[in-house]
């Protein structure tokens, strides 16, 4: 039977979702495995550790340590390097988070191993495993195949379910002490940007406003139809230069990438460094005024129109479909 670990992530005290979708990419690939929840932070873990287990993992490690209350690579290096040759597992799976996106290469290279980052589905083949992962900024998928060492991986937040939770559900969770040297950067403060809610890199409605939003006040709408819907608000670069929103709504080549069931696009063109970061979502609905826009390229549903007249009555719309069911 095959070991897997999974690095899980909590945010304020709870395990953030893609640390579940993890352990669902642990059993896609051996649905045998004994799959690992491994969980660092500074604070009591046992409920997270109880919680990933809730999740499908068969037994938890939880490492705490003061060091480990921000991540930082140094601390969470040394922390993961201890679990890993304690467990030494046959895998490794963590979300490809903005913490997974620094630590999973640092570890490869401690490790001498490879590694396969941005898996967007896990796929059988016979004895192989194979990970699916977009290329050219999303516009193509290539299957990777590990033929040897270690099966390293991240997977893109939203795109593999995972398993039902279970209440019932319960395995060993193991406290381990480890010995965090020195740490070369130290985390003074962390000031939040993003606004309250769902990491737009987890959500699963995403309301994206362009330039076409002409103002900070223009994006008032799309948080009410977010609100209605039950997602969260994005943007485009146009958008954030423009200063109507703040960076940490950026989505595309350089900002998030996301991958949400319903993707709605409110006066945004459609430029290739924007669909870059939204083109893999479920079901892009575009609203703009320009019927040759781009963005209708890559929608499911198009709404040609004025933005301020068609998200407020969508929203209304909504209201009261919602008060009608
Ligand atoms: C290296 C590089 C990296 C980049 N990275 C990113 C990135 O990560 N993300 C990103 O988004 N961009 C990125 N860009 C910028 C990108 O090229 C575009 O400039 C940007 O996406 C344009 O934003 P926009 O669609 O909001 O604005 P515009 O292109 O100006 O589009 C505005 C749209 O709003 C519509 N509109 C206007 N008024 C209304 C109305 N009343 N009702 C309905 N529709 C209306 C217009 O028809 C138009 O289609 C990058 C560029 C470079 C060079």
């Known amino acids: 039977m095959s070991k897997l670990l999974v690095f ?3 945010m304020e005290g709870t395990l953030r979702n ?3 979708e993890a352990v669902a990419a642990a059993k896609k690939i051996d649905a045998d495995a004994e799959v690992v929840g491994v969980i660092f932070g500074s604070e009591d873990l046992k409920e997270q550790g109880e919680e990933i287990i809730r999740y499908g ?9 003061e060091k480990l209350e921000n991540y930082t690579a140094d601390a969470y290096g040394q922390a993961a390097m201890a ?10 799976v963590m979300g490809h988070t903005s913490i997974g996106k620094d630590l999973t290469p640092k570890l490869a290279t401690k490790l001498d191993s490879g590694l396969i980052s941005d898996g967007v589905d896990i796929d059988n083949e016979g004895d192989n495993v194979a990970f699916i992962r977009p290329i050219y900024s999303g516009k193509a998928f290539e299957k990777k195949i590990i033929t040897e060492g270690l099966t390293f991986v991240t997977i893109r937040p939203n795109n593999i379910k995972p398993l039902e939770r279970n209440e019932s559900r319960s395995g060993e969770v193991t406290a381990k002490h480890v010995d965090i040297g020195d740490i070369r950067t130290v985390i003074k403060d962390v000031i939040s940007k993003a606004s309250d809610g769902v990491d737009l890199s987890e959500a699963n409605v995403i309301i994206a406003g362009g330039r076409g939003v002409k ?7 799309l948080y009410e139809l977010a609100e209605v819907l039950g997602g969260t608000v994005g943007a485009s670069r146009g958008a954030c230069d423009a200063e109507y929103c703040d960076y940490a709504l950026q989505i595309g080549q350089t900002g998030k990438v996301v991958t949400p069931d319903l993707y709605i696009a409110v006066g945004i063109s459609g430029a290739i460094q924007h669909l870059a970061g939204m ?10 005024k320009d019927p040759e826009s781009n963005i209708f ?3 499911d549903y198009g709404i040609v129109g004025d933005l301020f007249e068609v998200v407020p009555n969508l929203t209304e719309e909504l209201k009261q479909l919602k008060l009608n069911v």
């Open 8 to 10: 899980g992530e909590s």
């Open 18 to 20: 893609v640390s579940f």
């Open 57 to 65: 993992a068969d037994r938890a490690v939880i490492v705490q340590h």
């Open 83 to 92: 679990v890993i040759q304690e467990e030494s597992p046959d895998g490794i």
């Open 215 to 221: 103002s900070k006040e223009g994006f008032e709408p």
């Open 279 to 288: 083109s893999n979502s479920k079901v892009i609905v575009a609203i703009n």
């Open 297 to 299: 390229n890559v929608a």
